[in-house]
Antibody
Framework: QVQLQQWGAGLLKPSETLSLTCAVY????????WTWIRQPPGKGLEWIGE???????NYNPSLRSRVTISVDTSNNQFSLKLTSVTAADTALYYC?????????????WGQGTVVTVSS | EIVLTQSPGTLSLSPGERATLSCRAS???????LAWYQQKPGQTPRLLIY???SRATGIPDRFSGSGSGTDFTLTISRLEPEDFAVYYC?????????FGPGTNVDIK
């Protein structure tokens, strides 16, 4: 059974760096792109970016200057860093896996991490 | 960036009725790379449809997707009590991948 388990700090002050990690279980890590998505409170979904096992990344231009997604293939994990956070970055952050066909539709999601930015 | 617009914002229906949800893109979606998700309060999104019309694993056949180019539709043939939720469309034909604002299907 495919599972994504994520963790990271949930309370940040403005200007700090958000850091989240997602561990992948039950599927070949090298066969997929791995994605981060966020959802502000009461709002819709925003795609942040993706990475594959080689470290090839694709970021949302709206966040590109502040985002880094990295991969640790030895542990089947990938991570998100977002620098200089503000209140606008307060959201529920998800990691996600694409469908086996290679379509960038997401069939498995992590449990979500609530990140709150407040002074 | 492709902007997705979903209509209606809220759809009030009764169990057993047919639901028709619309997703319109600001420009043509490459290869009809369009997905639909269901999200209930406090839960993660659940993939229903990808490639505009392919049902994801385990999704009942009362859910169907159609459309091409800029206009896409999610149809729920007969609403079950567990189908009342928010539905999002997502395009992945062009980066950045984008989501629509959602349609809330609630009980009439």
């Amino acid at each position: 059974q495919v599972q994504l388990q994520q963790w990271g700090a949930g309370l940040l002050k403005p200007s700090e760096t958000l850091s989240l990690t997602c561990a992948v279980y039950g599927v070949s890590f090298n066969n997929y792109y791995w994605t981060w998505i966020r959802q502000p409170p009461g709002k819709g979904l925003e795609w942040i970016g993706e990475i594959n096992h080689r470290g090839t990344t694709n970021y949302n231009p709206s966040l590109r200057s502040r985002v880094t997604i990295s991969v640790d293939t030895s542990n089947n994990q990938f991570s998100l860093k977002l620098t200089s956070v503000t209140a606008a970055d307060t959201a529920l952050y998800y990691c996600a896996k694409e469908v086996p066909t290679g379509d960038d539709a997401f069939d498995t999601w992590g449990q979500g991490t609530v990140v709150t930015v407040s002074s | 960036e492709i902007v997705l617009t979903q209509s209606p914002g809220t759809l009030s229906l009764s169990p057993g009725e047919r639901a028709t949800l619309s997703c319109r893109a600001s420009q043509s979606v490459n290869s009809n790379f369009l997905a639909w998700y269901q999200q209930k309060p406090g839960q993660t999104p659940r993939l229903l449809i990808y490639g505009a019309s392919s049902r994801a694993t385990g999704i009942p056949d009362r859910f169907s997707g159609s459309g091409s180019g800029t206009d896409f539709t999610l149809t729920i043939s007969r609403l079950e009590p567990e189908d009342f939720a928010v539905y999002y469309c997502q395009q992945y034909g062009s980066s950045p991948f984008t989501f629509g604002p959602g349609t809330n299907v609630d009980i009439k």
